[in-house]
């Protein structure tokens, strides 16, 4: 499936973003014009589910052949948040960036103890007020509300029901496949102690941000970009 895009910039150097479930490209904007400063030119899809690309079926791989079908090969760096960077760790190789980061990864649908099930993600669709309580109190916006309802607004909510067959199903790389960041939040649902210890053996880079929610992008911005120093 080919994906809906948005770009910005003109730069000679390009970044592709990858965002999470329930998302959509605008969950990016703030970061947006820290990269085009640095002279890239981003590219931001809607996963197949969310915003203006087309509905299911819902899998891993799906995602994964979505990025390929959509991406150009070689940019200089890929970015994928959550279910974005599962995605992108499924795609990695094809599309061989020159440097990937990795927010949050969800490489274990469930976690590391497999007990979180992205069905749970429904109950937002059902109940949109959830996101005042879900979102950092730094994000409680108006501006900021009013892009996340709009996003879960345009979200087919049985992306989290198809993926939670998968949720007992590790995605964990095996190795890095271009120089690899990992970003974790402390404390982290999905990346346990144990688990970002393994990946650094196996020649990740994993560096966690204190006091940082599952979007750390998102609520806590500074701590977000601090955290990629070297890596922009």
Do not use: C
Request: neutral net charge; without cysteine; hydrophobic residues 40%.
């Amino acid at each position: 499936m080919r994906l809906h895009t948005q770009e910005w910039g003109t730069g000679e150097r390009l970044a592709v973003l990858v965002h999470g479930i329930m998302a959509d490209h605008r969950t990016w904007h703030e970061l947006v014009p820290v990269l085009t400063g640095r002279g890239y030119r981003v590219v931001a899809v809607d996963l197949r589910g969310h915003g203006a690309s087309g509905r299911g079926p819902y899998a891993p791989r799906l995602f994964a052949e979505d990025l390929l079908d959509t991406l150009p090969r070689g940019p200089e760096l890929a970015l994928g948040h959550s279910l974005g960077a599962l995605a992108l760790a499924l795609a990695v190789r094809e599309l061989a960036p020159a440097r990937a980061v990795y927010s949050e990864p969800a490489w274990r649908l469930g976690g590391d103890s497999g007990t979180l099930d992205p069905a749970v993600f429904t109950l937002f669709k059902r109940s949109p007020r959830l996101l005042t309580s879900f979102l950092h109190p730094s994000a409680h916006t108006t501006e900021r509300l009013t892009t996340e309802r709009r996003a879960l607004d345009s979200w087919d909510e049985t992306t989290a029901l198809a993926l939670s067959s998968y949720r007992h199903v590790d995605h964990t790389p095996a190795e890095p496949l271009v120089p690899s960041l990992v970003q974790v939040s402390d404390p982290s649902t999905l990346v346990s102690a144990a688990t970002r210890a393994e990946l650094a053996r196996r020649g990740f880079e994993v560096r966690t941000v204190p006091d940082a929610p599952h979007a750390i992008h998102r609520d806590r911005f500074d701590a977000f970009v601090e955290s990629l120093a070297g890596w922009l």
